[in-house]
């Protein structure tokens, strides 16, 4: 197994910090948010990681993390030179992910407390060609995109509304995935959204058509710190754990 952390992006939400650095080098508890979500992926047994940066603070993701022997990884990185959406950004990791590769994918801002090796264990039981989301159960789901769970087997969700004015559950899809190499052709097949990007919800979205999409559910803490209110609470709820 790989993983690949997609750390690019502008972070409008937390400027004017993200004028100086990217958010995902800003300080949470004792360490730069990038080094949470590396440490998980380590946790889980996946010590082969690319990170997508954008060109923006590439040369302090260099100094600071190196080759990643100091984290017990090994980091290959890809720059990012523009911001065309999370699916474009994972496209970037076609090179690095060669053919039924499996992988999990992190977005950088998100950082939770569980062990993900159970999660990813599941997922390599799964046939080829399918792919798994983690959700978390949050009290505002019109801020997410929101699963519909399969009526028929509910291990499998249906499809995936985007901010919902009325969600049909009480969960969100976090920026966890599983993938295996296919993913690459589902990209292929997105078209742009209407603000230019290639969305990743409509990625999940062809697997959810075909009834490959599967889930599993974030039972600790977890939080989408790109605002600067959760980089806050993240920053509480992370001080004295060290990645």
Not at 87 to 103: C, H, N, Q, S, V
Not at 123 to 152: E, H, I, M, S
Not at 183 to 210: K, M, Q, W
Not at 211 to 217: G, T
Request: net charge positive; proline share 5%; with cysteine.
């Amino acid at each position: 197994m790989k993983g690949v952390i997609l750390a690019g992006g502008t972070g409008t939400r937390l400027y004017p910090l993200t004028r100086l650095i990217n958010k995902h080098l800003l300080p949470v508890g004792d360490s730069p948010m990038i080094c949470y979500g590396i440490e998980r992926l380590r946790q889980a047994g996946i010590t082969d990681i690319m990170l997508i940066i954008s060109k923006q603070s590439a040369g302090l993701y260099t100094d600071f993390l190196g080759s990643g022997s100091s984290m017990g990884v090994r980091i290959t990185y890809k720059i990012q030179e523009e911001a065309g959406g999370i699916a474009e950004a994972l496209e970037l990791a076609k090179g690095f992910i060669t053919p039924r590769d499996r992988f999990v994918v992190l977005l950088g801002d998100n950082l939770f407390l569980d062990n993900l090796k159970p999660f990813v264990e599941k997922f390599q039981k799964q046939p080829y060609g399918t792919a798994r989301v983690l959700l978390k159960r949050v009290n505002d789901p019109r801020r997410y995109g929101v699963p519909v769970f399969d009526k028929d087997n509910r291990k499998l969700i249906s499809y995936i509304e985007e901010k919902p004015k009325q969600p049909k559950s009480n969960y969100c899809v976090t920026g966890i995935y599983m993938y295996d190499d296919q993913v690459f052709e589902h990209i292929a097949a997105t078209e742009p959204s209407d603000r230019g990007e290639l969305e990743i919800t409509d990625v999940n979205n062809l697997y959810a058509r075909e009834s490959k999409l599967e889930y599993d559910i974030l039972r600790r803490w977890w939080t989408d710190a790109g605002t600067f209110e959760s980089l806050h609470d993240a920053a509480r709820r992370m001080k004295g754990i060290r990645p």
